[in-house]
């Protein structure tokens, strides 16, 4: 049972609903910002020493909000924990005056830490040939077919594992040359990925060892009793591959989507291509999977600037 009032609670309730069939937001992050925010009502509860309701939400201090986020970082949260915190809160507040309810007035004097930003570690493309290859041996072949399918497409298309196992058999267009796949990113927008032939011929192969006929609308990956493989699958595949070739704890499914965007840019691509290909809203974004060597970044410019290409005397 809620720490905090009805009326407050039933918002709450409304907000989710919001994120999830109206801002479309990912699973993962509803459940995300709703048990940041819910953390945040029964710290301020017990800090008060009295039930919150909404009119006690709206009146609270800066001071407040320093204090759980203080409570936060005692626990050892980190910089893009708090803020996805502070970014629920603001969820939350921009929902209430869209209600019409008053909103909570400390919270613009309340300034979001700076997420330090951590790149994964890319996959070596050696390493990557060596999973490729031992993933084969799984308990029957159409899972050592399933297996290797899935990896070629976060490593060979950038797919993140939930995209990937979201596909359903009527996204997939596999030809002899090359295909494409429509995938359902973020928020859920789509983006077409164009497929290499090498991919189109693993997802081929998976298709006709698995024996159980796929409808059009079917998920494409399937698991060991016949239900849609799960992303805890999917990790536990990635692990015992690691594990059994010695690669570090780095190498994990998103490490395989950052490796393809580094891959893809050590080896000409630009950025705004990279950018469509892994779905991103903003550049920003992709600048942060794509760590860019300065003498790589000097090619380019003197390559592509029209001055560059005039003689010196």
């Known amino acids: 049972m809620s720490s905090y009032s009805p009326d ?5 309730n409304a907000w989710q609903i919001e994120l999830r069939e109206q801002r479309r937001l990912s699973p993962h992050s509803c459940e995300a910002y709703e048990r940041d925010l819910r953390q945040f009502c029964d710290f301020i509860t ?13 009146q609270l201090h800066v001071r407040d909000i320093r204090a759980f986020l203080s409570m936060r970082r005692a626990g050892a949260a980190q910089n893009r924990s708090l803020a996805r915190s502070l970014s629920g809160l603001r969820s939350f507040d921009r929902f209430l005056k869209k209600r019409g309810h008053a909103t909570l007035e400390a919270l613009p004097n309340i300034q979001s830490p700076k997420p330090s930003q951590r790149l994964p570690r890319p996959v070596d493309v050696e390493q990557v040939i060596n999973m490729l290859a031992m993933a084969k041996d799984n ?7 399933r297996d290797v399918a899935l990896l070629m497409l976060l490593y060979g298309c950038g797919l993140r594992i939930s995209e990937a196992l979201s596909l359903r058999l009527s996204d997939i267009q596999l030809g002899i040359q090359q295909g494409a796949l429509r995938v359902v990113g973020k928020g859920g927008k789509p983006r077409d990925v ?3 032939a090498v991919t189109c011929n693993a997802l081929t192969h ?3 060892l698995y024996k159980i006929g796929l409808r059009q609308n079917d998920l494409f990956f399937r698991g060991p009793r016949g239900g849609a493989l799960s992303a805890r699958q999917a990790q536990y595949l990635v692990a015992r591959l690691r594990h059994a070739l ?5 190498v994990t499914p998103h490490a395989l989507r950052h490796s393809f965007a580094s891959h893809l840019l050590s080896n000409g691509a630009d950025l705004r291509s990279i950018q469509d290909l892994l779905g991103h809203a903003s550049l920003a974004s992709t600048q942060v999977y794509t760590k860019i060597d300065p003498q790589q970044l000097n090619d380019v410019y003197m390559r592509a ?3 560059a290409r005039i003689k010196r005397n």
Request: glycine share 8%; hydrophobic share 30%; no cysteine.
């Open 8 to 12: 407050l609670d039933e918002l709450l």
């Open 46 to 58: 017990n800090h008060l020493g009295e039930t919150l309701t909404l009119e006690r939400f709206t």
């Open 246 to 250: 010695g690669l570090p704890e780095s």
């Open 194 to 196: 164009p497929l290499l």
């Open 206 to 208: 998976y298709h006709q």
């Open 139 to 145: 308990k029957t072949p159409w899972q050592g077919a």
């Open 305 to 307: 600037h029209p001055r």
